[in-house]
């Protein structure tokens, strides 16, 4: 069956832009997560949400925001971008909620701001 | 607040020799742990977790790694190094009280390099 699908792959944002990256999860599964990737802070998560709700809030700023629709895809948002948001966007989809159900992570969105 | 060390950024070894990378966790709470790969331009793969039960567990590709609750431990071991194990590796902890493999913290990495 088909991975965790993120669109687009890869991305340049101009400082002060706003981007929405999206992700498909694999079928079925209903909680998707994201993580920030960067060779300073390493991977960092950001959110997860299950059956449309948020679940978790990683610590980072309100200009991060996501949602998860109906049929689980997921997207975020990044407002206002600044030069250290350039990074690896990572999805992550698992079945359901709970530590026991494995997570598939998709191959990620490269963003660069300039 | 939990936490994941991994000591050694970069580990290289020879074709054949024994994997060790080690990772280190804080928890204030019994913890999962986790080992994921990620090959270059690739997302995270699952190698092997830890959850309750047997503290040896074994992963994917030979992956190996034994929770040691005295050493706040989580070693990953490969008896025999391949070409192919080239890759970062990261070790994760999750709260395993209400915890999810969604909201993981992830230590730094270790780049395993296998020389021919």
Redesign the interface.
Known sequence: KAGVTQTPRYLIKTRGQQVTLSCSPISGHRSVSWYQQTPGQGLQFLFEYFSETQRNKGNFPGRFSGRQFSNSRSEMNVSTLELGDSALYLCASSLAQGVKTEAFFGQGTRLTVV | AQSVTQLGSHVSVSEGALVLLRCNYSSSVPP?LFW?VQYP??????LL?Y?TGATLVKGINGFEAEFKKSETSFHLTKPSAHMSDAAEY?C?V?D?YG???????????TKLSVKP
């Not at chain 2, 331009?41 to 699952?46: I, K, R």
């Not at chain 2, 915890?99 to 990495?109: A, E, H, R, T, V």
């Open positions: 999962y994921y331009n690739q997302g995270l793969q699952l977790k959850t990261f994760a999750s395993s915890g999810s493999q969604g909201n993981l913290i992830f230590g730094k990495g």
